[in-house]
């Protein structure tokens, strides 16, 4: 019996009842170690991007705009459904070459699996839409997801069905990218 009220004590405690809320959903499970994930930071890849979300890691949610009407998103509703999603990020400074090197990683990867892929290109404020972008396109205004990713320049995502990190780049390089997604269908 007084195990009983042990545990009725315990459950009763918010840190336990946030552990188990945890532990249930599984939110804590993560796949650093797994074979199919993988990242590419080169010679330009910055301090702030050692910080964002790694590869095997659950991807953060965030508020975006749609530019077209104004209407309010969520990373998480573009997410949805049984579809990979590559999320480019422009970066909270933009630079010269950043659409450029966004159109060579496209054009690296087979055109069936781009076509399978859902495109996200999240900015962070007025830039213009790319001219060659066939992808959705949103505004992370107050650039709170830029930062969480480690998005301070032009970076790049893979993000799982599941909602986990499968691959990240910075700078954005096609051929790493490329590399990357060689080894996930050899394995798959």
């Known amino acids: 019996v007084p195990r009983d009220k042990l545990a009725g004590?315990?459950?009763?405690?918010?840190?336990?009842?946030?552990?188990?809320?945890?532990?249930?959903?599984?939110?804590?499970?993560?796949?650093?170690?797994?074979?199919?994930?993988?990242?590419?930071?080169?010679?330009?890849?910055?301090?702030?991007?050692?910080?964002?979300?790694?590869?095997?890691?659950?991807?953060?949610?965030?508020?975006?705009?749609?530019?077209?009407?104004?209407?309010?998103?969520?990373?998480?509703?573009?997410?949805?459904?049984?579809t990979h999603a590559l999320v480019f990020f422009a970066g909270i400074a933009m630079e010269d070459g950043d659409e450029r090197a966004r159109d060579t990683v496209l054009a690296a990867l087979p055109g069936d699996l781009v076509r399978d892929l859902r495109l996200i290109l999240i900015t962070t404020g007025d830039e213009p839409l790319p001219t060659t972008w066939d992808g959705i396109r949103v505004v992370d205004n107050d650039a709170a997801l830029h930062r969480r990713y480690g998005a301070d320049s032009a970076c790049l995502y893979l993000i799982r069905p599941d909602g986990y990190v499968g691959y990240r780049a910075q700078p954005l390089d096609a051929a790493s990218t490329l590399a990357y997604f060689n080894t996930i269908m050899v394995q798959a």
């Open 9 to 82: 004590l315990l459950t009763s405690m918010e840190v336990v009842q946030e552990r188990m809320r945890t532990d249930a959903s599984q939110l804590a499970v993560g796949y650093r170690d797994s074979a199919v994930v993988s990242e590419h930071r080169g010679g330009a890849s910055t301090r702030a991007f050692a910080h964002g979300p790694l590869p095997g890691q659950r991807a953060p949610d965030g508020d975006l705009m749609d530019p077209q009407d104004g209407a309010e998103v969520t990373l998480f509703d573009l997410l949805r459904g049984p």
